[in-house]
Nanobody, 117 residues
């Protein structure tokens, strides 16, 4: 499988916002649309954790730590998912990745989000 391309990370002050994008252009559209897609993150020294998921029809779920601050969305035609992150906190600092909810797709390099206090 070809790796996805995650982008949009960067350095931001606490309280700021970022919008992440993930493109899985090499997936067959029907395959992408069949997956519940998600954003994951891995902070230094910690295990990778699931942050948010979204179904093909737009039903979303969020980890308690980001609920009310992050919004996941997807564009099925473009095979992209997005993560709008508002009110960022230093504890959101991590490398962010996209994959399906079952982690069956290939992992990309991720995009680094650093939130300064």
């Amino acid at each position: 499988q070809v790796q996805p391309v995650e982008s949009g990370g960067g350095l931001v002050q606490a309280g700021g916002s970022l919008r992440l994008s993930c493109t899985r252009s090499r997936l067959i559209t029907s395959t992408f649309n069949s997956k519940i897609m998600g954003w994951y993150r891995q902070a230094p020294g910690k295990q990778r954790e699931l942050v948010a998921t979204i179904t093909r029809l737009g039903t979303t779920n969020y980890a308690d730590s980001v609920k009310g601050r992050f919004t996941i969305s997807r564009d099925n035609a473009k095979k992209k998912i997005y993560l709008q992150m508002n009110s960022l906190k230093p504890e959101d600092t991590a490398v962010y990745y996209c994959n399906s909810d079952t982690q069956e797709l290939s992992w990309g390099k991720g995009t680094l989000v650093t939130v300064s206090s």
